[in-house]
């Protein structure tokens, strides 16, 4: 029958890893409680037949250490060579630990590294030790109950201890309750909490330590089980800490399976082979021919018999419930997922291969041709802001579309003026540091589509990986960005000495000038009609009749100022100098209705309506006769020449960022994704991973659910089979 305690201490343990919300799924263990120094640990290590509780005086059960003694046969499989005896805390990969002080150290660690403010935590320590001497046994060793606030002890833990033991006593649980021989069990914390909760005692069994620290017809007493009635009674035993032997009585073991080593201690021994009449049973009385329970061995036996035999009530009950909540996770399994299995693995391998896909897609997606639109689309811009600058703004520029009609000038005849205009807007370009510029460009928009990648589904739910993702990007594109601006600047370098112009090539430019200009025509009109529908065309036109008006004074004024200067200079009078004699406009500039924000608008519509001016002249000179005849024509030109230029800056530049950059990072990412994502990741990682997905998660969790229930439900069929075979007792308690 040991089997039965065995196989459902099995189940127990699948059952407390599926996370249920009804207590229905809960099998009985046996919880010790007990004030402090009542003698628990003593207790509990007699049993395991170790030292391996920690140690101190300064509260060293902080968590709750759920124990399960698993019995092993002596002999084993591999000839004797793998360790019988060993502890192991499943969850914290420490695997066999066969030395009891690794034990001991370890939950002593365990438990100190609750801080000192929280006092106890209820997150239980859990440990199981494997050993032809122990029994099949779940126990819950829990902090003692404080019987004195002090200092180092204060009422708030005594609260905290009190609670997490209330939590641990319910149904089913058994009750260990430890109270020490010495000391009045009417004081004994354990006995009161277990009477709150099961006031019979029908769960409850008294342990009475220390006795020998008592008269032994007084402790004989004590384990009559008069005073303080319990229906599973009380047991004595003397178990001192430290005094530990084990000695196995002869022939123990051979008692079959379910017999294992003794561990009493010689002084156990001694005491109550010594005190043999005291604890013999009574001939009179109510307990007449029961001999009172004594001793490690008595304890150990009861212990045994009591949870088996509870554990046994509990199979057809918990059979039902484990049932049930199969069924409704099987149900939900169906429906929510199809029955469809997934596995961490699985989940990493599609995620990382949806990644390489999307990534795919991208790169067909930035070839050559979308390389050059972007550097061309750049180097544009610049062109304008330098036709903007240099020549747009130039008072004279409508002279050079006069010019340019002038059949009798020639290029060489040309006023050197212009010429020079044109080599500073040609050196503005490409001096303008090309080659950095446009591989900053091209990162950039390989960083924001990473970027993109990172963020997008699923990887919103896996920030590390997002982070690692951008992080090998960055390094791959760092690393090859000095060497491709460095190309490119070197490509171009010719084009700063020097930029020939085929005919072809001209009258493509040129064609792509008249376009640009026509843009930036078609935005400056586009602006100014919208002040003029914002305004009011005619509020608008006397505005900035006004504005112009101001502007001619104002010039005028500083003409005259000027002109005074220079005669007070001439002349040696630095008064006249000073003041300007009088305003040739003294009336009030300011007209009521004009206000500042209004006078801002009009100098912005002069702005736009001058530069729409120059534009459109520039429009004709791009299209007249001479532009439209050879290259030679550049300088009357400026705006074709400088689009010829960006062309071949832009060529250059593409064909260097794409060799040195673009083609370096498409073959290198998705390599990385391996290296860096896949291969590096262990098995608790993978499973880490999928788990920071909720949708994942909420999958995995119920797959496992679902699984763990379908184990333990198999493992409870069985039993139930081999009850009803035996027509054992398997009805509920
Ligand atoms: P815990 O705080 O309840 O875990 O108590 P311990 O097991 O650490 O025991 C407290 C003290 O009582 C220790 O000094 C033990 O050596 C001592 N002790 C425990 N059991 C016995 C016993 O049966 N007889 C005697 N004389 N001392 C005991």
């Not at 019987?147 to 005594?158: G, K, V, W």
């Not at 939900?332 to 199809?338: D, G, H, L, P, R």
């Amino acid at each position: 029958l040991m089997m039965l305690t065995r196989k459902l201490i099995e189940v127990r343990n699948i059952l407390k890893t599926v996370d249920h919300e009804s207590d229905s799924l809960t099998l009985p263990s046996i919880v010790v409680i007990g004030s402090q120094s009542s003698g628990k640990s003593s207790v509990l290590e007699a049993i395991v037949g170790h030292e391996f509780l920690p140690k101190g005086s300064n509260m060293v059960t902080r968590r709750p250490i759920e124990l399960t003694l698993i019995h092993t046969p002596k002999s084993t499989a591999n000839g004797g060579k793998t360790p019988v005896e060993y502890g192991e805390f499943p969850g914290m990969g420490t695997g066999r630990i066969t030395d009891f002080g690794q034990i001991q150290k370890t939950l002593f660690d365990l438990n100190m590294a609750v801080p000192a403010e929280e006092c106890v935590s209820d997150s239980p320590i859990e440990l199981r030790i494997h050993s032809p001497h122990v029994p099949d046994l779940t126990m819950i060793d829990l902090p003692g109950y404080v019987q004195i606030s002090s200092m180092d002890q204060p009422e708030q833990l005594r609260e905290k201890i009190s609670g997490l033991c209330e939590k641990y006593i319910q149904e089913p649980n058994i009750i260990l309750a430890v109270c020490a021989a010495d000391v009045d069990l009417a004081n004994s914390p354990a006995l009161r909490a277990s009477r709150k909760v099961d006031p019979l005692g029908l769960r409850t069994i008294g342990v009475i330590t220390k006795m020998d620290l008592v008269a032994p017809e007084i402790g004989s007493g004590l384990l009559s089980n008069n005073k303080y009635p319990l229906a599973l009674g009380y047991v004595g035993v003397v178990c001192k800490t430290g005094m530990l032997s084990r000695f196995r009585s002869g022939g123990h073991d051979a008692h079959g399976e379910g017999n294992i080593g003794s561990s009493v201690t010689k002084q156990e021994n001694d005491f109550f082979s010594a005190n043999r009449e005291h604890f013999k049973a009574p001939t009179r009385g109510r307990n007449a021919g029961v001999e009172p329970m004594t001793g490690t061995d008595t304890l150990r036996r009861r212990l045994m018999s009591v949870l088996e035999e509870s554990m046994g009530s509990s199979l057809h009950t918990i059979a039902n419930a484990v049932r049930m909540e199969l069924e409704e996770a099987s149900y939900q399994f169906k429906v929510q997922y199809n029955d469809r299995a997934i596995s961490a693995e699985s989940y990493v391998a599609e995620t990382m291969d949806s990644l390489k896909l999307r990534f795919k897609d991208f790169a067909t997606h930035f070839g050559k041709p979308e390389v050059r639109q972007l550097l061309k689309q750049a180097l544009d811009d610049k062109v304008m802001d330098i036709l903007a600058q240099l020549y747009w703004t130039d008072p004279r520029v409508k002279e050079l579309g006069q010019l340019a009609d002038d059949r009798k000038i020639t290029p060489e005849t040309l006023d050197r003026y212009w010429q020079h205009k044109l080599d500073a807007s040609s050196s503005a370009l490409t001096k303008s540091g090309v080659g950095r510029a446009s591989t900053q460009l091209v990162v950039d928009a390989i960083r924001t589509q990473i970027e993109h990648l990172a963020q997008t589904e699923p990887f919103n739910h896996h920030p590390e990986a997002a982070e690692r993702i951008l992080a090998f990007s960055s390094a791959i594109l760092r690393e090859r960005f000095g060497l491709t601006a460095d190309q490119v600047e070197n490509c171009v370098k010719p084009f700063k000495y020097e930029v020939e112009v085929e005919p072809r090539e001209w009258e493509a430019g040129r064609g792509r000038s008249v376009a640009l200009v026509e843009r930036e025509l078609a935005m400056c009109d586009d602006a100014l009609s919208r002040l003029k529908k914002a305004i009011g065309g005619r509020r608008l036109k006397g505005a900035m009749e006004y504005v112009a008006e101001l502007e001619e004074r104002d010039r005028r004024r500083a003409a005259a100022r000027l002109k005074a200067v220079r005669e007070a200079r001439e002349g040696g009078s630095e008064q006249q100098a000073e003041q300007p004699q009088q305003d040739d406009d003294q009336s009030d500039p300011l007209r009521p209705d004009y206000n500042s924000a209004l006078l801002i608008k009009a100098r912005e519509a002069r702005f736009l309506q001058n530069r729409s001016d120059v534009l459109q002249a520039r429009m004709r000179s791009l299209q007249s006769k001479r532009c439209k005849t050879s290259p030679d024509s550049k300088a009357f030109c400026p705006e074709a020449f400088l689009n010829v230029v960006a062309d071949k800056l832009t060529y250059t530049a593409v064909l260097f960022i794409n060799i040195e950059l673009v083609s370096e990072f498409l073959y290198q990412f998705p390599r990385e994704i391996d290296s860096r994502l896949v291969y590096d990741l262990q098995r608790e990682d993978l499973l880490k991973f999928a788990r920071e997905n909720p949708g994942v998660r909420r999958h995995l969790d119920l797959q496992s659910r679902k699984e763990k229930l379908g184990e333990a439900m198999g493992k409870l069929e069985a039993l139930q089979a081999i009850y009803e075979e035996r027509g054992g007792n398997a009805r509920g308690g």
